[in-house]
């Protein structure tokens, strides 16, 4: 069975305030940013872990939005001043999760992934899924086994198969991808 979603997903992080009007940086934390930000967008500003909304602090909602590098430049109602932009600097923007875009058939949330277990195409239990790593070129997934930890690149040519009901990725790994 599928985990439960968490109530909140974290979509963008703003590294920096921009200018002297009041914009900031923000860097996308998901795979669909044209859907998520969008003038109008209302948002909420994370705790310092990102996971649920800060107490106290209103929704953000994008004035402003102009592609720039790796992300957008961003305006937010009533931030009008750069010192007001960077008390709003390293920090998260969430999302509540029924608010998040719909998936395409073969995606799936990270956190879908914590907590399964992981089988070889023969069927030996490797162990489960403990944490996942974005990285490039391939995110890694650290499985908890009986003698230790593992990594794992969460690929095509090495996840074969991902069953999320019952909760287990198979994979196919190279010749003592296992052992190390």
């Not at 931030?79 to 920090?91: C, G, N, Q, V, W």
């Not at 086994?145 to 794992?152: A, D, E, H, Q």
């Amino acid at each position: 069975m599928a985990p439960a979603p968490p109530p909140f997903l974290i979509v963008g992080h703003l590294p920096k305030a921009h200018g002297n009007r009041g914009e900031l940086l923000l860097l996308p934390l998901t795979d669909r940013p044209d859907e998520v930000f969008r003038l109008g967008g209302e948002f909420r500003i994370g705790d310092s872990g990102g996971r649920r909304p800060e107490i106290g602090l209103p929704p953000l909602v994008i004035q402003e939005l102009r592609p720039f590098k790796r992300g957008y430049i961003v305006a937010f109602d009533g931030i009008e001043t750069r010192s007001e932009a960077e008390i709003l600097t390293d920090r998260y923007l969430v999302l509540p999760f029924d608010e998040i875009p719909p998936l395409a058939e073969n995606e799936l949330h990270y956190h879908e992934l914590l907590g399964a277990r992981v089988r070889t195409t023969d069927g030996v239990e490797v162990g489960e899924v403990v944490e996942v790593y974005e990285m490039h070129p391939s995110d890694l997934l650290e499985g908890r086994t009986p003698s230790g930890t593992v990594l794992i690149p969460f690929s095509r040519q090495l996840v074969v198969a991902v069953d999320r009901e019952e909760r287990v990725l198979e994979i196919d790994p190279p010749a003592g991808l296992l052992d190390l």
